[in-house]
């Protein structure tokens, strides 16, 4: 041992000097005291450490300096703080500067955790110092000890880790999220930054949970979140929230095109099968999606806003997106009263039947019909399925629902002439009672009709698991004799698989399949040609549905579909009505609609703006496709104007007037519209609300108004306020 390791040698402890000599002779005391000081080293219960004034070392243990690939006499002069590495947490960085700080300080310091790279391993060791004094009281250095303490530092950072991340998936918790969130939309406010905040809900989870067990549930949580990752590349912007619920924040994301795309790619990954230990699940996916600073200023209302917006995309049907728009918080109002009414909607004698042809592609004859539910309310008119279906799914009045049209559908179908068939859907929820065959029974016998004449339409859904209910299910629709038609084929959870087993005597092609046939470039011919072949090859039927255009009908008849429905032909039509088409015995049906599928026009009616020449005029928005729109509300614009249409949280598009009339205008847009994931249609940008202030106009309400009542500039143009007295 060196001179300097021994005068450090006599600091054990506290710093505390112990002499080696009396001054009378030897300390009988010393001898031991050394002896346990080695002995302690060698049993790498800790170390020994001392510095000079300067911070550089003057004595290390054997021990210590082993463990760094060195020699205590190797490592003599160099600076105590250089062994140690600076780590990239920056809590951890901050107590490495802890250490120096205090020494420059000369005060003593205890359990400094400080990270050191041993053997290519990264361990910890809690270094304690005290400041020595010499002989004139001056500062002559530190003497200190050392221990490892890696076991605990990991269980440390163990239990911060569980804190912020979920111990199953591995993601960030709902805590840590959280955080993330506050700190991005604090920080991009003052820079007029966008941030997108995803809410994805797993469709039909729960049901797998239910069925498999817990342990199966899990396994595909994690896959969920594998695929999650794979997607969003980075998992630190993804959390589990707990259950089945997941959120995605995506900073810097404001193009509703390249959001909605994202959003589509999760939905189809999400939807893909999964296997885990030998079974077979399938889910869905449906997500809220809601943008600050257009929708929230805050975190809170960020994450409130998505919440409505996903709660909207499940009540749309599930299995898509939805963006976040400010009427939601109206139609969430609507939505519960809507539930109680359709409570009672039954007993009080509002629903009834419709029922939409099903022809022949090559003969045009009418061979069925497809039962429709319709609800037509005592005020509100009629109610669209798409509203009323989810509400009824949230209050479990499917059941009830199912199984009295099916009873309706028989009733009706058994007084049409010769063999017309009725097709009824059968929801997943009917599908996974023990008691629908006992329904289809019944329903058979006390209407009168045929088994063959009854066509049970079926989800792919129902395979969820494909357990062996499912297939006694299926066997025992089918000894009554009754057909099966394989319902929307192609649309997210499609499996050769369950084809070879499952008694399908038809495959029905969603529409969203025959819609993309005439767009150029689209690949659905493709697919829809592969599904007629192999419908062809299981000796199936096969249905197009949606037709709408004759183009869409030649491709369906050259594609060899064998059955074709749509608006081309009939709407659904009333069983009253129906039994007067069919007096004769049969119904003749001819094709009467556009000759070439365009773009959807949807039906609205909405308050609006008009900007030009700077000035701002409040119009009405009759109907709108990605192509252009009618609008009213300005008198006598001549056609070829210019002008900017404001529809609404930022949305802004450019268009020309094509024709005018008076106070209506149809218009084109300059950029076409782009559809979101639900099927609405937006611009594929969004203008900020600090740059539309800067252009003169502001927030109020829903809508923008000019800052000052007479406009930017002088108007152009006369509103029908002017014109004939009648509020817009």
């Known amino acids: 041992m060196s001179g300097t390791g021994v005068g450090a040698a006599r600091a054990i402890g506290n710093g505390t000097a112990i002499p080696f000599m009396r001054r009378n002779g030897p300390d009988p005391l010393a001898a031991e005291h050394l002896r346990l000081f080695r002995n302690y080293e060698a049993m790498n219960l800790g170390w020994f450490w001392a510095t000079d004034a300067e911070g550089r070392i003057t004595y290390i243990s054997e021990g210590a300096a082993r463990s760094l690939g060195q020699t205590g006499d190797a490592l003599i002069g160099q600076d105590l703080v250089s062994l140690f590495k600076n780590p990239n947490d920056e809590a951890d960085a901050e107590r490495r500067r802890t250490m120096p700080f205090q020494m420059a300080r000369q005060a003593r310091f205890d359990a400094i955790p400080l990270l ?31 221990v490892d303490v890696t076991k605990e530092q990991r269980a440390t950072r163990e239990s911060i880790r569980l804190a912020m991340y979920d111990p199953l998936t591995g993601l960030p918790n709902r805590r840590r999220m959280g955080n993330l969130l506050d700190s991005t939309i604090a920080a991009f406010r003052s820079q007029e930054r966008a941030c ?3 809410l994805i809900d797993l469709d039909r989870f729960k049901a797998i949970n239910d069925s498999l067990g817990h342990p199966v549930g899990d396994a595909l949580l994690k896959q969920v979140a594998e695929r999650l990752a794979t997607i969003v590349g980075n998992p630190e912007q993804i959390a589990r929230m707990g259950g089945d619920e997941f959120q995605v924040i995506l900073p810097d994301a404001h193009n509703r095109v390249g959001i909605s795309d994202l959003a589509n790619r999760i939905i189809e990954a999400l939807s893909h099968p999964y296997t885990i230990n030998g079974s ?17 200023s805050t975190s809170d209302e960020l994450v409130r806003n ?37 409570i009672d909607a039954l007993s009080n004698g509002e629903l009834a039947v419709h029922y939409q042809p099903i022809l022949s592609a090559r003969s045009e004859d009418v061979t069925g019909f497809e039962a429709l539910l319709r609800w037509n309310h005592p005020k509100r008119g009629r109610i669209s399925p798409a509203i009323f279906i989810p509400i009824a799914e949230d209050a479990n009045l499917i059941p009830q629902l199912g199984e009295w049209t099916l009873r309706q559908a028989c009733m009706d179908a058994a007084k049409w002439p010769g063999e017309l068939r009725v097709a009824v859907n059968v929801s997943p929820i009917q599908f996974a009672s023990e008691a629908l065959p006992a329904i289809v029974m019944s329903a058979l016998a ?21 357990t062996a209910e499912t297939d006694a299910r299926f066997a025992a629709l089918k000894r009554l004799g009754v057909r099966l038609a394989l319902d929307d084929f192609g649309t997210g959870y499609s499996s050769l698989g369950y084809l070879k087993s499952a008694p399908f005597d038809k495959i029905k092609i969603d529409q969203s399949f025959v819609r993309g046939t005439t767009e ?42 064998s059955h074709i429905q749509g608006f081309l032909y009939s709407g659904a039509v009333a069983a009253a009505d129906l039994a007067k088409h069919l007096e004769n015995g049969k119904w003749v049906l001819k094709p009467q609609g556009p000759a070439r599928q365009r773009h959807i026009r949807h039906t609205t009616f909405r308050k609006v703006g008009v900007i030009h020449d700077n000035h701002y005029y409040p119009a009405v928005l009759k109907n709108v496709s990605a192509s252009g729109a009618l609008i009213e509300g300005i008198v006598d614009v001549p056609e070829g104007t210019q002008f900017v249409v404001d529809l609404g949280e930022g949305q802004m598009v450019v268009a020309i007037v094509r024709r005018a009339l008076q106070h209506q205008q149809g218009i084109e847009f300059e950029q076409p519209l782009v559809e979101d994931s639900n099927g609405a249609l937006t611009t594929r940008h969004r203008v900020s609300p600090k740059v539309l202030g800067e252009a003169g106009l502001q927030q109020q309400g829903h809508n923008l108004v000019a800052k000052t009542e007479e406009g930017l500039a002088l108007p152009a143009f006369h509103t ?7 509020e817009v």
């Open 116 to 146: 050191v790279d041993i053997v290519g391993e990264e361990r910890w060791w809690a270094l304690s110092g005290q400041p020595a004094r010499d002989s004139r009281g001056g500062f002559s250095g530190y003497l200190g000890h050392g």
């Open 196 to 198: 997108a905040l995803m």
């Open 280 to 296: 077979r699940c399938l889910i869905g996916a449906s997500i809220g999606i809601a943008v600050s600073p257009f929708d929230a």
């Open 306 to 342: 998505a919440d409505l917006a996903l709660y909207a995309a499940k009540g749309a049907g599930r299995g898509r997106a939805r963006f976040f728009s400010s009427d939601l918080l109206q139609v969430a109002e609507d939505r519960r009263l809507l539930e109680q009414d359709l």
């Open 446 to 466: 006390n209407s009168g009709l045929k088994a063959e004449r009854l066509e049970l339409e079926i989800t792919e859904s129902v395979f969820l698991g494909e």
């Open 520 to 561: 150029e470039g689209a690949r659905n011919q493709a697919i829809i040609a592969a599904i007629v072949a192999l419908a062809n090859a299981l000796g199936m039927e096969t249905t197009a549905e949606g037709i709408e255009s004759f183009d869409q009908l030649e491709t369906m008849r050259r594609l060899n579909v």
């Open 720 to 726: 029908t306020t002017e014109w004939n007295g009648i």
